[in-house]
C-alpha cells in the first residue's frame, strides 16, 4: 500500500475517533496512544488496527476511563469478546490490541495484564500451502504482474507492505536469481530469491514505466494504469488466482508469507530466519515455525528410538525455476513455454509440439489429394513447413499459438 493511501487510514480513523461518542479522556488517550505508536516506529497499518479495535471496545463493550481499568474490567470486556461471533484471529487481535495499550499505558509490571493472557493454544494457526499448491496458485495468475507479486511474495517470505514498497532501484539481479531490499518493521534488510526471478523478469518487459524510483507493481486497468497499488489490490489478485487455480483453502497475503516460514524452518537457523523474514533477533517467532515444521524431533525419533535410517532433511525440495533447453533461460516453474523462445519445457510438451507438427501436415496433403488445383499452393506450404521445421524457434512459436 502507498504511503499516501496509509496516511489517509490513519487520518480517517483518527477523525471517526474523535466524532464518535466515546469518553473524551479515552479519546485523548488513544490519540497519545497513536502518537508513541508513530514516535516508536510501528507502521502505520498497524495504528491503525490498534486505533480501530479500540474505539470499537469502547463503543461496543465499555466506555469506562481506561486509566481506572482492573482486571475484572478486562475479563468483562474478554467474555463480550468470546460470545461474539468472531474468527480466533480477531479475537486474538483484541487481546494483542489490549495488551499493547495497557503496557503503554500502565507498564510492562501491571499486574492486571495477567489477565490478558488467556488459554490461547486452542488458537487455530493459518493452514499452511503444499509447494505444489504455490505452483497452482502463480499459475492461476493470469496476468505476469500477477505472478510476479505472487512469486515474490512467497519467495521473501514478504509483508504486503514490504511488497508494496518495492521500487526498481531495490531489484539486483545475478547468477542465482537475485536480492531485494525490502523495508519493514525491523528496517531495510536484503533478501535474495530464485524461483521469481523469471516471473519478475518477465513482468519487466511489460512494466508500464521502468523507472529507478518507480514501484515495482503498479496497476494496468484503464483508472490505475502505471499507479502504485493498494493492498486490497493484492488481495484482489490472490483472489482471482484462487479461484481460477481451484485451491480449496483460505489464502490471503499473511497465508502465503505463513507458508514459506513454514518451509523455511527445516532448513534454515533460528538466526537465518529473522533476518529473512524480517523479525527481531530473538523473537520467538522462529521457535514456533521450527516446532510446525517438526524439524529434528522427526529425525531424533527414527534415528534414535527406532534406529531406522532416513533422509537428513537436506534433499533438495525447493521450488527452483526450469532452464530452457535450448536458450538457457531461467523460466517460472509454473511455466509450459519458454517465455523468451517459445520452446515447450517439459517432455509431453515436446512430444504434443511434434505430434501437431506431423498432423498439420497430413491436415494439408489429405485437403489437397484430389484437387490437383490445389497442389502448388500445397507445394508452397511444404516448403514453408520445412523452412518453419529448419527454425526451431519459429516451430515452438508456432505450435504454442495453436494452444490459443
Given amino acids: 500500500m502507498g504511503?499516501?493511501?496509509?496516511?489517509?487510514?490513519?487520518?480517517?480513523?483518527?477523525?471517526?475517533?474523535?466524532?464518535?461518542?466515546?469518553?473524551e479522556s479515552n479519546v485523548n488517550l488513544v490519540r497519545e496512544f497513536k502518537s508513541y505508536l508513530i514516535a516508536s516506529r510501528i507502521g502505520i497499518l498497524r495504528t491503525v488496527r490498534y486505533m480501530l479495535d479500540l474505539r470499537l471496545i469502547?463503543?461496543?463493550?465499555?466506555?469506562?476511563?481506561?486509566?481506572?481499568?482492573?482486571?475484572?474490567?478486562?475479563?468483562?470486556?474478554?467474555?463480550?469478546?468470546?460470545?461474539?461471533?468472531?474468527?480466533?484471529?480477531?479475537?486474538?487481535?483484541?487481546?494483542?490490541?489490549?495488551?499493547?495499550?495497557?503496557?503503554w499505558l500502565k507498564g510492562d509490571d501491571w499486574p492486571d495484564l495477567k489477565a490478558l493472557k488467556g488459554d490461547r493454544k486452542h488458537s487455530r494457526k493459518p493452514q499452511v500451502l503444499a509447494k505444489e499448491e504455490i505452483l497452482q496458485l502463480i499459475e492461476g495468475a493470469k496476468h505476469p504482474r500477477d505472478k510476479a507479486a505472487i512469486a515474490l511474495l512467497y519467495d521473501c517470505g514478504l509483508r504486503v507492505g514490504e511488497l508494496a514498497s518495492i521500487t526498481f532501484k531495490d531489484l539486483v539481479f545475478n547468477d542465482?536469481?537475485?536480492?531485494v531490499k525490502v523495508r519493514g518493521k525491523t528496517g531495510e534488510r536484503l533478501v535474495?530469491?530464485?524461483?521469481?526471478?523469471?516471473?519478475?523478469?518477465?513482468?519487466?518487459?511489460?512494466?508500464?514505466?521502468?523507472?529507478?524510483?518507480?514501484?515495482?507493481?503498479?496497476?494496468?486497468?484503464?483508472?490505475?494504469?502505471?499507479?502504485?497499488?493498494f493492498y486490497e489490490s493484492y488481495q484482489n489478485i490472490i483472489k482471482r488466482a484462487v479461484k481460477k487455480s481451484g485451491i480449496q483453502k483460505k489464502v490471503t497475503p499473511h497465508i502465503i508469507r505463513h507458508t514459506r516460514a513454514t518451509h523455511l524452518a527445516s532448513k534454515l537457523t533460528e538466526s537465518e530466519m529473522c533476518h529473512?523474514?524480517?523479525?527481531?533477533l530473538g523473537s520467538d517467532m522462529p521457535?514456533?515455525?521450527?516446532?510446525?515444521?517438526?524439524?529434528?524431533?522427526d529425525s531424533a525419533i527414527y534415528t534414535k528410538v527406532y534406529g531406522l535410517k532416513i533422509d537428513d532433511g537436506?534433499?533438495?525440495?525447493?521450488?527452483?525455476?526450469?532452464?530452457?533447453?535450448?536458450?538457457?533461460e531461467n523460466c517460472g516453474p509454473s511455466s509450459e513455454y519458454c517465455y523468451r523462445c517459445g520452446m515447450p519445457l517439459k517432455e509431453e510438451k515436446i512430444f504434443d509440439m511434434e505430434k501437431k507438427s506431423i498432423g498439420i501436415r497430413k491436415d494439408f496433403f489429405d485437403m489437397a489429394k484430389d484437387r490437383t488445383d490445389r497442389l502448388d499452393r500445397m507445394n508452397m506450404f511444404l516448403e514453408i513447413m520445412?523452412?518453419?521445421?529448419?527454425?526451431?524457434?519459429?516451430?515452438?512459436k508456432l505450435i504454442s499459438m495453436t494452444k490459443k
Fill in 192 to 229: 535474495p530469491f530464485v524461483m521469481a526471478e523469471p516471473y519478475i523478469k518477465n513482468w519487466v518487459q511489460i512494466h508500464p514505466n521502468p523507472a529507478h524510483n518507480e514501484p515495482l507493481f503498479v496497476g494496468t486497468g484503464n483508472k490505475n494504469f502505471g499507479k502504485p497499488l
Fill in 276 to 280: 529473512y523474514l524480517g523479525w527481531q
Fill in 386 to 396: 520445412d523452412i518453419v521445421e529448419s527454425d526451431p524457434e519459429i516451430k515452438a
Fill in 3 to 23: 504511503i499516501y493511501k496509509e496516511k489517509a487510514l490513519l487520518s480517517g480513523e483518527e477523525g471517526r475517533l474523535i466524532k464518535s461518542e466515546i469518553s
Fill in 176 to 179: 542465482y536469481g537475485g536480492k
Fill in 287 to 297: 521457535k514456533v515455525y521450527v516446532h510446525l515444521s517438526g524439524r529434528d524431533i
Fill in 58 to 103: 469502547c463503543q461496543r463493550y465499555k466506555d469506562k476511563d481506561f486509566r481506572s481499568w482492573t482486571s475484572k474490567d478486562i475479563i468483562e470486556v474478554l467474555e463480550k469478546i468470546e460470545v461474539e461471533d468472531l474468527s480466533d484471529s480477531s479475537k486474538n487481535e483484541y487481546r494483542r490490541t489490549l495488551t499493547k495499550f495497557f503496557k
Fill in 314 to 328: 537436506n534433499k533438495e525440495d525447493s521450488i527452483k525455476p526450469i532452464p530452457c533447453p535450448r536458450c538457457k
